[in-house]
């Protein structure tokens, strides 16, 4: 790496290449043999090689360097003081170029974040990883500490098959001391904070880790604390979702890299290495009509060939003047394509993978958009239950679908249009397309009904699509019937009812 360190390090915060070296003074080379996280312009947090030992280091560069490097040096201090394991500090100071500051952290062997693991376990042994997070929570609580930037991410797991031997905390710069204010609410909410960030299937788990916090310490079991725990759990995970489906995937963010122009904004994912050139012709694509998946008056579907990689092309058409003045102020279709993607991704709902956002503007005026996500070669659900031979495979497909609707349930996240062809299947499992009318809904009691016909409305769909086929629909509404009565039965049982189930 040239000497001007600190201008290489603010381009590779923002991608390029994955090795390079760091002289530190008086000492060995840092040698990062792979970027793990980039946040532009600030923050670099690499895998390499220090003193001939496997290491992580991170590198903070920017106006604001010096501020967080001392925090999260900080932060890993007061965490060893506290007897909370954490990977060691070999390093930290400032590298060759004296605007670089840096910390290197011993690498822990054996070790993955837990949020990796997490999707690799089954149920069982996802309780036994919660019951130790929760410890580890409850230890940080007990020394006065706080995790504020609380992500599974953010926790190595060291060792899980039957047990977890060490859960090590990262990050010291999310660690805060708690305030002599409302102590009682901030532990709540870091706990609820923790729950958030599991699946919601696993809420069924709440009153259990909740009850085992409140033993290990040493505060009395309250139901009105239990239930507190659980209605903040549900807000901070639709606050989260919002916040990165709504905002940070319109900006430039370590997931997404945005360009804006007075005729034109585009979003387009991190990983996705297309010219700018190639998503300003996206009409190429979409000019053989015959060729087209679909060619409607308000879009235009294709598969094509873009940087190497196969995708699906949705043009949102303006069938004419007063439907662009109607559009033109509004939300495009594309960007809630594109939004409603990244909202079923942190809410680990299966959907293509969201690729571009394309709108031509005159201004803020919005015209055309266009919406770019993976290509899946799968059958729709309809295909699949008419070529499946197998009553297996078609049981564990019905299965996954009530999951997979169950889960919208409990997210309050309605579809819209439930028709088989926008609903794919890999491996046996749903794949759900066409997001452009997807909603989130959370709040009050009005809300929520209007929500509960919106989901009612979306099963009686998704059965329509059988309603000639009494194998299919006695699958469907067994499989449906045991996931959705399994926790709750009175209230859930009424949801299926209503939706004519029963």
């Not at 840096?102 to 042994?125: G, H, K, M, T, Y």
């Not at 996802?126 to 940080?140: E, K, P, S």
Request: aromatic share 10%; glycine share 4%.
């Amino acid at each position: 790496m040239s000497a001007s360190l600190i201008n290489n390090l603010l381009q590779l915060s923002s991608g390029g290449e994955s090795d390079f070296s760091v002289g530190l003074p008086g000492g060995p080379t840092l040698f990062c043999e792979k970027i793990v996280r980039r946040v532009p312009g600030k923050r670099l947090v690499c895998q390499g090689v220090w003193s001939q030992q496997a290491v992580y280091a991170k590198l903070f560069i920017g106006s604001d360097a010096a501020r967080y490097f001392e925090r999260d040096k900080r932060g890993v201090t007061c965490l060893f003081k506290a007897g909370i394991a954490s990977p060691a500090i070999l390093f930290a100071g400032l590298a060759d170029d004296s605007k670089t500051y840096l910390i290197i952290f011993s690498a822990i062997d054996s070790a993955r974040n837990a949020e990796d693991v997490w999707q690799e376990l089954d149920s069982p042994q996802r309780l036994i990883l919660a019951r130790a997070l929760v410890q580890t929570v409850a230890q940080h609580h007990q020394a006065g500490l706080l995790q504020t930037d609380l992500y599974l991410k953010n926790f190595l797991v060291q060792h899980v098959l039957n047990q977890v031997d060490l859960i090590y905390t990262l990050d010291g710069d999310g660690i805060r001391s708690i305030s002599p204010w409302f102590k009682k609410r901030q532990k709540l909410h870091n706990l609820a904070t923790l729950f958030s960030k599991m699946d919601v299937l696993d809420d069924v788990w709440m009153a259990e880790l909740y009850a085992q916090y409140c033993l290990q310490i040493g505060i009395p079991h309250s139901l009105v604390d239990e239930t507190e725990v659980w209605r903040l759990t549900q807000k901070i995970r639709h606050q989260v979702a919002t916040g990165y489906a709504d905002k940070k995937v319109f900006r430039n963010c370590t997931d997404v890299k945005v360009a804006r122009s007075f005729k034109r904004f585009q979003a387009v994912a991190s990983d996705f290495c297309v010219e700018s050139q190639a998503l300003a012709s996206l009409d190429v694509f979409l000019a053989d009509s015959t060729l087209n998946i679909k060619n409607g008056n308000t879009c235009t579907i294709a598969k094509a060939v873009v940087a190497n990689r196969t995708v699906i092309v949705k043009r949102y058409n303006i069938k004419h003047f007063w439907h662009g003045l109607n559009r033109a102020f509004r939300v495009s279709r594309a960007a809630r394509s594109w939004a409603n993607a990244y909202r079923l991704i942190i809410s680990n709902i299966a959907t293509p993978k969201p690729l571009a956002l394309v709108e031509e503007r005159f201004g803020c005026i919005r015209r055309r958009a266009y919406y770019v996500s993976e290509y899946i070669d799968a059958p729709d659900v309809m295909q699949f239950f008419a070529q499946s031979t197998k009553l297996e495979e078609k049981q564990t497909v019905a299965h996954n679908l009530a999951t997979l609707f169950y889960k919208l349930y409990l997210l309050k996240l309605s579809h819209g249009d439930c028709k088989a062809s926008n609903i794919k299947i890999v491996n046996f499992a749903p794949v759900l397309i066409d997001l452009d009318g997807l909603q989130a809904h959370f709040g009050s009691v009005v809300g929520n009904w209007w929500f509960e016909r919106k989901h009612i409305k979306d099963l009686k769909r998704l059965m329509r699509n059988w309603a000639n086929d009494a194998e299919v629909t006695a699958l469907l509404k067994q499989a449906f019937l045991l996931e959705y009565t399994a926790q709750t039965p009175s209230e859930d049982d009424g949801i299926l009812f209503r939706a004519g189930f029963a």
